[in-house]
């Protein structure tokens, strides 16, 4: 898919905890959280289009900083192409939809998000509001632990190889 279907917004505002970024509920589900974007109408632009849902939906105003990835998913059993843009909060909107908000530190961000593409997405504006705001992205535990725990599958899979063959067929033969 060479073109952007849709565009959404991953919006952002600093406070003394770091950043918070914006999650909207999505349409029609209850408690599953999501970016705000939506379908790039004629004559828009993508970024003017993830401006437009996120006020629609969210009720917020935002300023476009940069353009992220680009994802591809399946909605409603067709292929879409959704772009999105890393925006600066600058204040409320009237919104269109009646839909709840969440602004979540980015560890509450990462959990409440369902799908890993994005996921994906709010690590890449996570790390470029690290850069520019000149502080060390967070230490991430759960990443942490999941990479001590295959490296010890690793180190437990190449002692095992290592291991003499005689000393195998030795422990089998005391079994018998």
Do not use: C, N
């Given at each position: 898919?060479s073109r952007?279907t ?5 919006v952002?505002?600093?406070t003394e ?5 914006l999650?909207?509920?999505a349409?029609?589900r ?5 970016f ?6 004629n004559?828009?632009t ?17 300023r476009?900083v ?12 067709d ?8 925006m600066a ?7 269109l ?11 509450e ?6 799908l ?25 535990p759960?990443?942490l ?11 437990g899979g ?10 195998q ?8």
């Open positions: 898919m952007s849709h565009a959404g917004a991953v952002f505002k600093l905890q770091g950043p918070r970024y999650l909207v509920e349409s029609g209850r408690d599953r959280w999501v705000p974007k939506g379908h790039v109408e004559g828009e993508a970024a003017d289009t993830a401006q437009r849902e996120l006020g629609e939906e969210a009720g917020v105003r935002a476009p940069r353009r992220l990835r680009r994802v591809e998913q399946k909605q409603e059993g292929w879409i192409s959704i772009v999105y843009f890393l909060y600058t204040g409320r909107a009237t919104p939809d009646k839909r709840r908000i969440r602004w979540l530190s980015f560890d961000a990462i959990d409440a998000l369902d890993e593409k994005s996921r994906r997405v709010l690590r890449s504006a996570d790390r470029m509001i690290a850069l520019a705001t000149e502080r060390e992205p967070p230490r991430r759960r990443i632990r999941a990479a001590a725990r295959l490296a010890e599958w690793l180190v190449a002692l095992a190889l290592l291991r003499p063959r005689g000393s067929r030795k422990s089998r033969v005391r079994r018998a």
